[in-house]
């Protein structure tokens, strides 16, 4: 697969497109130095790259129905996660949330995860939207077992899937949760791909001031390797992708022209197209 990708998206490409894109993100933020405030104000939680991918059919709904962890070489989150505080959703059933917690006490030092809650719970003490607020605030990231996953977007609501930014990352646990350390560990080191309704989806790839260029490229293509596994028809079913910040512009790195009917085609964007782009992102 790693000479599939490599062959469809030259390296050089996506390297083009990362350094555009960080470069345009400096000159922005240089641009609003004298409006600093407003500036943080406004691209809260937008200084993620995202590979953007656009399907050539609508996915069926069962794949629209829950996230997809897609895992990275290099992890977006601005700290080691031993450092940051963490919560684990339980749906009580499979796992529980007394298997989880005894897992914890035999890990000693340091715990994986700060809180333990059960979707029960959940659904009983977090229903007013301040209150799912005060637990947004709370903790830097969230993890869910993946038999609650599915239930989790009416129970936490658009305080958390507005932004997205938080979201529960799924983790297949064991019913004793003798691998949680090493599945919140994995989890940590993933990004997510919520498919959409329609062809457009993204998934986060890099992040300004946590990942350096040649580590957001090594994402790019670890996201697409797992990204091409969960499509419909894979390869086959995408039209293309592209980079960007949320607010700049989208960079193309790969886009399906068809020569006749057969797949695969050209993988690369027209060059004198692609390069009008790149230097559009450069300039700006």
Request: glycine letters at 6%.
């Amino acid at each position: 697969m790693a000479d599939s990708r490599r062959e469809r998206i030259k390296e050089e490409t996506v390297r083009k497109a990362v350094n555009a894109l960080l470069k345009w993100r400096q000159k922005k933020l240089q641009s609003n130095s004298d409006h600093e405030e407003e500036e943080e104000e406004e691209s809260e939680g937008d200084d993620f790259i995202y590979l953007s991918l656009t399907l050539k059919k609508v996915p069926p709904k069962a794949l629209t129905l829950a996230p997809h962890r897609i895992p990275l070489r290099h992890s977006l989150l601005p700290e080691h996660h031993s450092t940051l505080n963490l919560c684990l959703i339980v749906d009580g059933k499979k796992v529980t949330a007394e298997s989880a917690l005894k897992a914890l006490a035999a890990q000693g030092g340091d715990p994986s995860v700060n809180q333990v809650l059960k979707l029960s719970k959940l659904k009983s003490d977090y229903r007013s939207f301040d209150s799912k607020k005060r637990l947004y605030d709370s903790f830097d990231a969230f993890f869910a077992t993946e038999n609650a996953v599915p239930l989790l977007p009416k129970v936490l609501g658009k305080v958390f899937y507005k932004k997205k930014s938080k979201i529960p990352v799924p983790v297949d646990l064991r019913a004793d949760c003798s691998n949680l350390e090493e599945e919140i560990e994995s989890a940590c080191n993933s990004s997510l791909l919520c498919l959409s309704a329609g062809t457009c989806s993204a998934v986060r790839v890099g992040r300004w001031g946590v990942t350096e260029g040649g580590e957001i490229i090594e994402n790019v293509y670890e996201a697409i390797d797992r990204v091409v596994e969960i499509v419909p028809r894979k390869w086959a079913g995408i039209k293309c992708f592209h980079l960007k910040f949320s607010d700049s512009l989208a960079l193309p790195i790969y886009e399906y022209l068809q020569p006749g009917g057969e797949d695969g085609g050209s993988s690369l964007v027209g060059e004198k197209r692609k390069r009008g782009v790149l230097d559009s992102a450069r300039k700006k």
